[in-house]
């Protein structure tokens, strides 16, 4: 059989969009699964829309995610270069095979002389097919001039990996800019050219490019070139679902979604299911899992719903599922992430130990890591007493300052005497509920808000067991004070 080979080819010209990422995905995993290569290809040609370093960070999303390429513009291989930019010499070579072969021409037309083509058809209700204008005498091909394919127009069925049997009919195929005057081929050469001398058997890319797909069959064809397996991705819509994800939507940039603390794996298991499935009704997938269950044909053909909340909800998965020694190792960050990870800066010099037994509270309710600050400040370091905790808590605020103090007063004798076990504790707690008659949104809520200085925090018991005596008394000192 042979060898798979895909590619993931973007052009720098802007960040990387969870389009662009999914396609890279689909690509390494069609290639992980068959033990074949991966190659990262930057189709750079567009030089006016190129923007500076989106090079580097295209690399470093791919590296963040884990989808680590065989060759590419930073790693070497026997197809390179990697960059299109650095291969002019090889589309001028294929440029003129189709110029020896009669299959393209120096377009000598002047773009106001295109214009007025364009008219004629509009005025006479028909297409415009610049094949209906071809030079009868093209002058020789010097690199002055645009090169334009000759095309040989004719009906065109292929199999399309996710879209399944297509056809459309000649009058789609048309003379199109193979290289330009500047000397730069277009993306519809020069992709075909690239991908054929780098041996890709897969072509996976957006469905932006399917209108053009009897075009690159046409060039295949004056080539001589073998088609490879061609996959068309639906676009992703946004979460309303009735247009193409933009970032208007909301959708950020994917080492914006590292730096606010998802996991890469999280990204990988919710980018893979956006339009796919392996027919059960699993919805979280480690990477393994995914390289043995991905196939091209269980993509759907219509587009898919990028929902932020179920994304939320994967990373939340896979945080809650962690062991707490690698789940503390993954809080601390990567390169790609703020020096000194996630923690607040009041846990810089907190013993390792603490913060592990802090985040094993916190674990049930971490949905991304950029939430730790807030959800574990108060383990380390007596937050000011907020007055607005009590007076926005809707049973709270029914309840006269005086009476508050005094019921507050009451826990903290009781809390003095527990040897502030998670279990001693935890009778205290309930002993206090029998003897003041309260219900515990109101007597756990004052004594949580007192000693956490937060509307919520993990469980009673076990946080003010962490935190210790001294520190729990000494904030209930502070929140009684305030009363």
Known sequence: MK???????PSPTGLLHVGGIRTALFAWLVAKQADGQFILRLEDTDQAREVAGADKHIMDCLRALGLDYDEGPDKSGDFGPYRQSERLNIYKKWAQKL????????????????????????????????????????????????????????PYQWQDAVMGNLSTPPEVVDDFILMKSDGYPTYNFAHIVDDAEMQCSHVIRGQEFLASTPNYLNLYEALGLEQPVLATMPHILGETGNKKLSKRDGAKDVLNYIQDGYLPEALVSFIATLGWNDGTE?????????????????????????????????????????????????????????????????????????????????????????ELPELTRFFFTDLAVNTELITGNK????????????????????????????????TKLNGLLESTGQKPGILFSLIRIATTQSSASPGLAESLALLGKEITLRRIDSQLGVL
Do not use: C
Request: charged fraction near 35%; hydrophobic fraction near 35%; aromatic fraction near 12%.
């Open 3 to 9: 060898p798979i080979r895909t590619r993931f080819a």
């Open 99 to 154: 110029v020896d072969s009669g299959r393209a021409y120096a377009d000598p037309y002047t773009a106001a002389e295109v214009q007025a083509f364009r008219e004629q058809a509009q005025a006479a209700k028909k297409p415009f097919l610049y094949r209906n204008h071809r030079p009868e005498n093209s002058p020789v091909w010097d690199g002055t001039k645009p090169l334009r394919f000759k095309s040989e127009p004719k």
């Open 282 to 370: 699993q919805e979280v997938y480690d990477t393994n899992e995914l390289i043995k269950n991905f196939r091209l044909e269980r993509v759907q053909k219509s587009g898919a719903r990028f929902d932020e909340q179920r994304l939320l909800w994967v990373n939340g998965v896979f945080l809650r599922n962690m062991p707490i020694d690698f789940l503390y190792t993954r809080t601390l960050g990567t390169k790609y992430t703020k020096a000194g990870g996630f923690w607040p800066d009041e846990a810089k010099d907190a013993d390792e130990d603490y913060k592990k037994q802090v985040l094993g509270l916190v674990q049930e309710r971490l949905k991304y890591f950029a």
């Open 395 to 426: 049973q709270l605020k029914k309840i006269d300052k005086t009476q508050l103090h005094h019921l507050l007063e009451i826990a903290r004798l009781d809390l003095e005497q527990s040897d502030f076990s998670k279990e001693d504790l935890t």
